[in-house]
């Protein structure tokens, strides 16, 4: 399968040239779309839906698939999780190849690199507000974002998936999904409505 995108709609021509060469490199399915990285992607979403056991989904660069080295290892893991792999063609990579494994490992290490240096920071800016009085703390990132989490888990979406697209661990998802569950069935003997779907979450 192939994915294509340019950021804006008049890019018309850079669509299809990206079209071409995906087609010419085999892919028999293309998503495409024109929308900012920094926007919600539909057709990549779709992409990675769609991918079953031993697919491929290229892209010709690899900006056209993330805006940055953790948004693409969120995309890789996304994939993996799938049992398919990514080749990136102006690069000839291919994540189930030697080299790509390699090069997928260095772009873990930066993103962690990346990290850290993010947290680094954020310590420094809490130890500074805390000196003048000024943090308060924060409530769990997680538990901030059960809806959404309850809201992918219904639209047939993997818990792992799910974890990866949010960034929050595959145990903040189960933990969400396990109180849902159990605040559907107090009100259910409550006389509530009970919630649809509960014996369709993904637990995989």
Do not use: C
């Not at 779309?33 to 839906?49: I, N, P, Y």
């Not at 639209?155 to 998802?173: H, M, N, T, Y």
């Amino acid at each position: 399968m192939g994915y294509a995108r340019t950021s804006t709609s008049d890019q018309t021509a850079g669509l299809e040239a990206q079209i071409t060469e995906l087609t010419k490199a085999g892919a028999d399915r293309i998503f495409q779309e024109q929308v900012s990285s920094v926007t919600k992607r539909d057709e990549l979403e779709a992409a990675l839906d769609y991918l079953r056991d031993d697919d491929v989904l290229m892209v010709t660069k690899l900006d056209r698939l993330a805006r940055s080295v953790s948004d693409l290892m969120r995309v890789i893991e996304r994939i993996k999780n799938r049992n398919a792999s990514l080749r990136i063609l102006a690069m000839n990579l291919d994540t189930e190849s030697a080299t790509g494994k390699l090069m997928i490992s260095i772009l873990g290490s930066v993103a962690e690199f990346e990290r850290e240096i993010m947290l680094e920071r954020q310590r420094e800016g809490i130890s500074k507000a805390k000196a003048a009085g000024k943090y308060k703390g924060r409530a769990p990132t997680a538990r901030h974002k059960a809806e959404q989490v309850l809201g992918l888990i219904g639209k047939g979406w993997k818990q792992a998936d799910v974890a990866v697209e949010l960034g929050i661990s595959r145990s903040s998802v189960q933990r969400i999904v396990r109180n849902d569950i159990e605040n559907g069935r107090e009100d259910d003997r409550g006389g509530g409505l009970t919630l649809p779907g509960v014996a369709n979450y993904g637990n995989k």
